[in-house]
Nanobody
Framework: QVRLVESGGGLVQAGDSLRLSCAAA????????MGWFRQASGKEREYVAS????????YVTNSMNGRFTISRDNAKNTVYLQMNSLKPDDTAVYFC????????????????WGQGTQVTVSS
């Protein structure tokens, strides 16, 4: 079994920065594509960013490109999401996910999910 645990969320003001972490246990982390998704209250889960197994190829959705960066450290079995210039609209629960055979923008590509970490951005 693969277990994913997100951390690093919190209460911040608009313009602040946060770095989310997702620690993985079980399986072989370096073989997984990884993704970040978020879900705001009353809205559907949406794609944020993803990264391939080696960490050399990344995608960030257009609405967050330039503010958010995804990275990974395979030696630490951890994937990160650096979030800068946070806005109130970024308020959501952020989830990380692992894909055993892909790392696309669709949630259906991912096999394992963490429980999420809350990010709240005040105006």
């Amino acid at each position: 079994q693969v277990r994913l645990v997100e951390s690093g969320g919190g209460l911040v003001q608009a313009g602040d920065s946060l770095r989310l972490s997702c620690a993985a246990a079980g399986g072989t982390f370096s073989t997984y594509g990884m993704g970040w998704f978020r879900q705001a209250s009353g809205k559907e889960r949406e794609y944020v960013a993803s990264i391939n197994q080696s960490g050399f190829v990344t995608y960030v959705t257009n609405s967050m490109n330039g503010r958010f960066t995804i990275s990974r450290d395979n030696a630490k079995n951890t994937v990160y999401l650096q979030m800068n210039s946070l806005k109130p609209d970024d308020t959501a629960v952020y989830f990380c996910a692992a894909a055993t055979s892909g790392w696309g923008v669709s949630a259906r590509a991912y096999d394992y999910w963490g429980q999420g970490t809350q990010v709240t951005v005040s105006s």
